[in-house]
């Protein structure tokens, strides 16, 4: 039975256990071209997306990320952010003119955009095929050992992962923040109006995690986010950027 595109975005869940069944080639360029369809800033196109089929490479990212599904699935896409590709198209000449622009914060943001909205099309595309998906922002935990498995050039940043295949499980759907949180008119709404919605969203996911079927606990969001924020992760991937010679702010 097919399903409505706003049908298949409000049933998505991420999966994180997948059968031993690879994707077709068929599959796979469904998805990369569902990819492609999505707006990109100025027409840049400013992403790669990389399919990882060398088990021996899957293995070193899983061993990185510390999820098992990053190893155990039915196709492996990492999608970085490139600016490579841009750069090389120009002379010598224009490739010094060029410099400032593509080592920018702005052009940073353009690639991560332009990734995010690719890859969120490749999820839907995945998920109307009947297939299940989970982001893997793990893939930074070493994002200096990521850059050097996929072998990734001078403004080439690896962003996220994607794990696609058939599910294995059915996990249960995790609620989302209430729409006067996340929804504001004309201005940012202040904090003190946002308050009473998360205290009762808070209620309902501590309540999903007592009761759901796998990994219950006592949490709510609240919680989550302090938890997150008190601990600094990743502070390498400032450090890599610089050295991948973007986000780098002209003096």
Known sequence: MSHSAIQTIMNHRSIRK???????????????EAAQMAST???VMAYTIIGVTDERIKEKLAAISGQT???????????????????QLGSQEDREQMQQSLASPEQFIVMTVDAA????????????????????????????Q???????????????GMAVGYPDHEPEQKPRLPIDVI???NHYQPFEHQLPFIKDFDKKLHSYYEKRKQNNRNDNWSKQMIRKFSTPTRMDVGTFLHEKNINNQAD
């Open 183 to 185: 929804y504001h008119e």
């Open 146 to 160: 990521v850059s050097e498995l996929l072998q990734l050039p001078e403004r080439v940043v690896p962003l996220f």
């Open 117 to 144: 909205l690719a890859s969120q099309n490749a999820a839907i595309a995945a998920e109307d095929l009947g297939l299940g998906i989970c982001y893997l922002g793990s893939l930074r935990n070493d994002v200096y």
């Open 18 to 32: 997948f059968k031993d069944k690879k994707l077709t080639e068929e599959q796979i360029q469904t998805i990369v």
């Open 69 to 87: 599904y990053v190893q155990n699935n039915g196709h492996l896409f990492v999608f970085c952010g490139d600016l490579h590709r841009t750069e």
């Open 41 to 43: 800033s100025s027409y």
